[in-house]
């Protein structure tokens, strides 16, 4: 009888528990590293209308909640949505559109590829992009003459991996009216015994945008789709893309109002005088998806193409100092302006002149003003003296797969001293108590996984150099997976929405296929995106 009774009580208390609360995903026996402040790991969570709604152990989890969608992670690792602080989202997907050069070890191998797209697509104007002379045997600027005797009849534009520098033919240039009289500040027309090479870097580079045709709005969409398509698949959620203009962004909130375009986009409105005229008396403009509050400018030109501004010449060319692209009293007056508004104010500086005059303009024009969070994009070559300004609220946003590529030559531009400044992430994060890491695709490659590697061995995928480049400015495992997370969040001002797994924030999340956190160092770069989760929901 006393059995009997007992078991009814325990029936009874049963029968009391509470219900579970459903939800629409639950994910456990996991290995989140949820990237919280603690740098928490977690084995499960459960998500809600896009969001993470609780984050624990996978008993936890099971006895509150309960769902239709259950993912056993098996052991796997998860870590929040991974973001690309800098890049050109738009671009990468433009590329898939006309001559893929990136990779090419040689001029004769970036004509052949020409040819062979000209063949397939007969266009009226011929377009590429990702040549750079420093991977060739002969490691010099090419001349048009053989693009001239290819195609003497239709303009061809070939743009530098850096995207500071275009290979143009003569029927390019009698189209946009560039001879060897023409002059243009904030850049450089080659020349060879005074004539023209084919070689612009920089300012000249607008001449030739002006003649090339406008994309159609179909291609436009296919060259975002096919962008979204390669970030998905390397595990990116967020872009931050480096220079929009009005009709670009406009199309992308469109996309993604209609659900035809997922990914979230940190736009950085491109610096002319119609979007900031629009942009900065609109004010801020914020989806779920979108995020529309800063200017990018660009400071000076790209250390490969010997445009970045240094404050003394060339190791390797005496007498040329690169150039600044936006000259530097505009620097001045556009910080100013932007100060005025609620626009963040992100300015690439490759240079160690390039950076200092951003460094002063931003001191200036944030005088008195709180947590703007003014970025310097890549902040490449920075003199020892001026690494302080970092101290005051400015945000270095670097992309440590420069470092290794640039590691080859980089000191055959600066010199022995210079390059000691050069790439120096662990300095800046010193200084600036954070970093926000990207790519800068498509001039290097979309995967975050050789970003990650890059900053931590700092070596190139051939183990080379022994050691690591520069190792006292590598960082650490957890600082690139902050500087990937919830410090780009942060960048962003979106640290309180994503960036890390926690209650209350979008759930976005990637599932690895092993632990980034421990995997051997050389097997970094082999990691792979198994699959990617945006508000919950897989990501396609």
Avoid at 10 to 27: G, N, Q, T, Y
Avoid at 104 to 110: A, L, N
Avoid at 411 to 431: M, P, S, T, V, W
Wanted: glycine letters at 8%; a negative charge.
């Amino acid at each position: 009888m006393r059995k009997l009774f007992l078991l009814a009580i325990l029936a009874m208390l049963s029968s009391c528990e509470a219900p579970k609360e459903k939800v629409d995903r639950i994910v456990v026996n996991a290995n989140i590293y949820t990237v919280d402040s603690n740098f928490s790991s977690m084995e499960s969570f459960a998500v809600q209308d896009g969001k993470f709604v609780a984050v624990g152990t996978s008993e936890e989890i099971q006895k509150k909640y309960t769902s239709e969608q259950i993912i056993d992670a098996d052991g796997r690792t998860i870590v929040p949505g991974l973001i690309d602080a800098h890049c050109h989202f738009f671009g990468l997907g433009m590329n898939q559109q006309v001559v893929d050069l990136v990779g090419t070890k040689s001029y004769e191998e970036v004509l052949e590829r020409v040819k062979t797209f000209q063949e397939t697509n007969n266009r009226d104007f011929i377009q590429g992009r990702g040549w750079d002379q420093n991977d060739w045997d002969i490691k010099q600027f090419p001349t048009k003459k053989k693009l001239d005797e290819l195609f003497p009849d239709t303009p061809v534009a070939l743009e530098r991996v850096d995207g500071h520098a275009y290979l143009v033919n003569q029927k390019a240039l009698d189209v946009a009216q560039i001879d060897k009289n023409t002059r243009i500040q904030g850049g450089e027309i080659v020349k060879e015994q005074g004539m023209i090479t084919g070689v612009l870097v920089d300012a000249p580079m607008v001449m030739i945008d002006a003649i090339i045709p406008e994309p159609s709005k179909k291609v436009q969409i296919q060259a975002l789709k096919d962008a979204q398509r390669i970030c998905f698949d390397n595990g990116l959620t967020t872009v931050n893309d480096a220079g929009l203009h009005r009709s670009t962004i406009e199309l992308i909130d469109s996309l993604q109002q209609a659900g035809e375009l997922s990914i979230r986009v940190y736009a950085m409105v491109s610096n002319t005088k119609e979007n900031l005229d629009y942009y900065l008396n609109k004010g801020i403009i914020k989806t779920d998806k979108l995020n529309v509050r800063s200017v990018k400018v660009y400071g000076d030109g790209a250390l490969g193409s010997r445009g970045a501004a240094l404050r003394k010449d060339y190791s390797d060319k005496p007498g040329h100092f690169g150039a600044m692209v936006t000259p530097v009293s505009k620097i001045d007056s556009l910080a100013q302006r932007i100060a005025r508004s609620d626009y963040q104010m992100n300015t690439h500086a490759i240079g160690d002149s390039a950076n200092i005059v951003v460094l002063r303009a931003y001191k200036k024009a944030l005088e008195g003003k709180q947590d703007r969070r003014w970025k310097v994009e890549h902040a490449q070559v920075i003199s020892e003296q001026d690494f302080g300004y970092f101290e005051n609220g400015i945000i270095p946003s670097v992309q440590p797969t420069h470092a290794t590529s640039d590691m080859y030559w980089a000191e055959d531009r600066l010199g022995e001293e210079r390059i000691k400044g050069a790439y120096a992430f662990k300095e800046l994060l010193n200084k600036a108590g954070k970093v926000a890491l990207g790519t800068d695709f498509p001039v290097e490659q979309v995967s975050p996984f050789l970003t990650f590697y890059a900053s931590v061995a700092r070596k190139d995928l051939e183990n080379y150099p022994d050691g690591g480049f520069q190792m006292k400015d590598a960082l650490s495992r957890e600082e690139t997976l902050k500087g990937m997370t919830i410090w780009a969040a942060y960048s962003n001002f979106e640290e309180n929405e994503k960036g890390s797994i926690e209650v209350g924030k979008m759930a976005d999340f990637v599932i690895l296929s092993d632990d980034i956190m421990v995997v051997p160092e050389n097997e970094i770069p082999n990691l792979k995106a198994e699959q990617v989760y945006i508000g919950g929901k897989i990501a396609e």
